[in-house]
């Protein structure tokens, strides 16, 4: 289990970027990993975790909230709307809030329930084709758009592309951030948090890792 080592590098991060400690939360990204492993990060005192998918959470995270209390869950995938309730009654935040049609439907539900989960835009950062988020000329915008539907953004959140330098996408979302006067900023990976938090991330995302790498087959 790698938690106390990615610990201790973010620390490392933290101070070699001068941040105060306690600036950056770890997401542990439990998705498809073996419940025992996630068992053993719970037992460790973990409890901020990231999940992809609405259904396998579902399964997941009812009962560990129940003998886990203080426990938070992420949604760091791609959420489609008819997941929308469920996926309501599942996370704390969502880091996938990527399109019109999504922010119209939350909107709706988050009035119904009075309450919202904390939110965070995806952007695609590097413009590219096939992955989800606003890109980044339409961001202010569509932040714009969340706020006069009532929904309090938080933050920002990428993946940068796979092939590339990921350190001048963070710092270009630093400043889209700023901009906007958003405090959250949802970057970093298992093979990049360094470097986003050195751009200012207050939220990485990690999860081979911490757990060991994924089993999909
Ligand atoms: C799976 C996933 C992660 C974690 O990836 P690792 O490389 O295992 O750290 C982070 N963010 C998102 C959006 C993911 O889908």
């Not at 990204?29 to 975790?49: I, T, W, Y």
């Not at 889209?176 to 360094?194: H, K, P, Q, T, Y």
Request: proline share 6%; glycine share 10%.
């Amino acid at each position: 289990m790698g938690l106390e080592n990615i610990k201790g590098r973010i620390a490392a991060a933290v101070a070699a970027a001068g941040r105060p400690q306690g600036d950056v939360r770890l997401i542990a990204v439990s998705k498809v990993q073996p419940p025992d492993r996630v068992e053993a990060v719970l037992n460790a005192g973990h409890r901020v975790f990231g999940e992809n998918y609405v259904q396998e959470a579902a399964g997941k995270w009812p009962g560990w909230r129940e003998v886990y209390s203080g426990t938070e869950v992420h949604m760091i995938g791609p959420l489609q709307t008819n997941k929308l309730k469920l996926a309501l009654d599942l996370f704390d935040a969502i880091h996938t809030l990527d399109r019109p049609s999504l922010a119209q439907k939350l909107a709706r539900q988050v009035q119904a329930r009075g309450s919202c989960p904390q939110l965070f835009v995806q952007v695609n950062i590097g413009d590219e084709p096939q992955k989800a988020g606003v890109l980044p000329d339409d961001t202010d915008n569509f932040i714009r758009d969340c706020e006069s539907l009532d929904l309090p953004v938080f933050g920002l959140m990428c993946i940068p592309p796979e092939d590339q330098r990921p350190r001048p996408y963070f710092a270009a979302m630093r400043v889209i951030a700023e901009r906007n006067g958003l405090a959250g900023l949802s970057m970093g990976m298992s093979a990049d948090f360094e470097d986003a938090i050195a751009e200012g991330a207050t939220h990485v995302r990690v999860g081979s890792a911490i757990f060991g790498a994924r089993d999909y087959s």
